[in-house]
């Protein structure tokens, strides 16, 4: 045998020798990956927690922001970039307010211009009533004055074998733990002017013996993003996992990019969540609401 194909003959050998090694340590790093994963009985993902700076802002903030109201409830308030938690808006404002006058939308657009009653504290939320009658089972407010918030429309989609396949993409890793898809909700809408993307709540379509999720994905173009994710093993052990639901789409802050406004409901309460869109489907969460059912 020549020197030349002993050589060719050790070059093969090496290539082979690197793949299997690389496919042996990605096998093991799955394992390891997934072993983690199922020791976990709660997993949640979802944008950066910026709910606590919201209770932190400065009074004369507080005094010029524009109160929001979701189905009765405070939600909070924004001025400009700055985001009031219904707790600092309540203490600062809405407790010597006798009314205040709203922009009322429903998903499909604006219902138009009514009035509030003094708000009035709730065991963990402050909440009030308006004067449009009969009340909308199903509504988003925001203080009048100024540019009016850009309501994005939530057109609903029929869902196809491509829906689920984008969904399935953006779970990613975290189909490992259960890798069936029940499309609840599915929307056609725009978080940036001019841009289209499909916006789903999806949960598990059966229970494994890994458990079940609930998650909120957005696809645009061939890109799909998982916004929000929970997931909980031990469905015996389940009073704090959420199921999501997509209330609205609305720019509330006036900067160009709709805020999505989310509902989670565990077996015990309801959470209403603002997710402010960042950049590249990244978001933070800066108000949240909660009550008990």
Request: contains cysteine; aromatic residues 10%.
């Amino acid at each position: 045998m020549s020197v030349k194909k002993k050589n060719k003959d050790l070059r093969k050998s090496r290539i082979v020798f690197i793949l299997i090694m690389v496919l042996a340590i990605a096998i093991i790093a799955g394992i390891v990956f997934l072993v983690y994963l199922t020791s976990e009985n709660y997993i949640n993902y979802g944008p950066e927690n910026k709910v606590a700076l919201s209770e932190q802002v400065e009074s004369v903030t507080a005094k010029q922001a524009k109160t929001i109201v979701l189905n009765n409830v405070l939600l909070g308030a924004v001025k400009d970039t700055t985001w009031v938690g219904a707790q600092k808006m309540y203490d600062e404002v809405l407790s010597v307010t006798p009314s205040i006058e709203i922009n009322m939308y429903s998903k499909e657009g604006r219902i138009g211009t009514f009035e509030t009653a003094r708000f009035k504290r709730g065991e963990k939320i402050f909440y009030t009533k308006t004067t449009k009658l009969p009340e909308p089972d199903d509504y988003i407010a925001v203080q009048t004055g100024g540019v009016m918030p850009n309501n994005v429309a939530l057109n609903k989609i029929t869902t196809t074998e491509e829906d689920v396949k984008n969904v399935k993409k953006a779970l990613g890793k975290y189909k490992l733990l259960n890798s069936s898809v029940k499309i609840v909700e599915a929307y056609q809408t725009s978080i940036v002017e001019g841009e289209q993307v499909k916006l789903y709540s999806v949960t598990s379509s059966d229970s494994t013996f890994l458990g079940v999720y609930s998650a909120i994905v957005c696809v645009k173009g061939r890109n799909a993003y998982l916004i929000k994710y929970a997931y909980v093993k031990d469905t015996e052990l389940s009073s704090d996992w959420p199921v999501y639901s997509i209330k609205y789409v609305i720019d509330l802050n006036l900067d160009g990019k709709a805020e999505i406004i989310l509902q989670e409901t565990t077996a015990t309460k309801i959470n209403y969540l603002v997710e402010e869109y960042i950049k590249n489907m990244k978001f933070n969460e800066v108000l949240k609401v909660s009550f008990d059912i």
